[in-house]
Each structure stands twice: as structure tokens, then as C-alpha cells.
């Protein structure tokens, strides 16, 4: 059974910064590429950030250059950096697998966290 927790989103103003967390059990974590997604009233989930199993990573074109994703430690944990954030990143934020980083493919999904909300607004 796999299981995704994400945390670390809140209310912050425009230009501000917040760091995600999520953490994964039951699969090998490690050997996964995996990726941020998120999705906001009324819009369709995107993949935003994706990262793969040795490190590379690649991003949609509205978050390039202020969002970075990483692996951390423990290894089955991944973060997401952002930076210089605008309203329009209000959303829930959701991470899980990824089929192609370097196309910024999704992947097939057994199963989604509970989503942690970021708010960006004055």
C-alpha cells in the first residue's frame, strides 16, 4: 500500500516563500522519479516540479526559476522550494509519481495524499 503525506503550505503574501515536504511509504521511494502536482478551484491538476531517481529535474514553464524541487534525507522524502510567489500559484499541492521527467509526463496513480493548501495573498 502506498501512502503519500505532504506538509508545509499556509497563507503567505505575494513575493513570499514556502518549502513542502512529502514523505512516502511503501514503495522504494528512492528508485522512483516523483514530482509535485497541483490544483486549484475550477483548473485542471498540473505537474509542476518533477525530479528523477539520480537527481535530474525540470519544471512547468510557470514556476521556472522560482520553484525548486530535491531529495532530502531521509530518502524517502521530497521537497519543494518556492520562491517570488504570485497568487496564481494558489492551490492545493499534491506530490506522487512521475512516468517522464523530461517531458514532464504524469504517471499512473494507485493512490493521492491528502494534499497540503498553499495561499498566496495580501
Known amino acids: 500500500q502506498v501512502q503519500f503525506v505532504e506538509s508545509g503550505g499556509g497563507l503567505v503574501q505575494p513575493g513570499g516563500s514556502l518549502r513542502l515536504s512529502c514523505a512516502a511509504s511503501?514503495?522504494?521511494?528512492?528508485?522512483?522519479?516523483m514530482g509535485w502536482y497541483r490544483q486549484a478551484p475550477g483548473k485542471q491538476r498540473e505537474l509542476v516540479a518533477a525530479?528523477?531517481?539520480?537527481?535530474?529535474?525540470n519544471y512547468a514553464d510557470s514556476v521556472k526559476g522560482r520553484f525548486t524541487i530535491a531529495r532530502g534525507t531521509p530518502e524517502n522524502t521530497v521537497y519543494l522550494q518556492m520562491n517570488s510567489l504570485k497568487p496564481e500559484d494558489t492551490a492545493e499541492y499534491y506530490c506522487?509519481?512521475?512516468?517522464?521527467?523530461?517531458?514532464?509526463?504524469?504517471?499512473?496513480?494507485?493512490?493521492w495524499g491528502q494534499g497540503t493548501q498553499v495561499t498566496v495573498s495580501s
Open positions: 506522487n509519481k512521475v512516468s517522464s521527467v523530461a517531458t514532464m509526463k504524469p504517471g499512473a496513480f494507485a493512490s
Open positions: 511503501g514503495i522504494y521511494f528512492s528508485i522512483y522519479a
Open positions: 525530479i528523477t531517481s539520480n537527481g535530474f529535474t
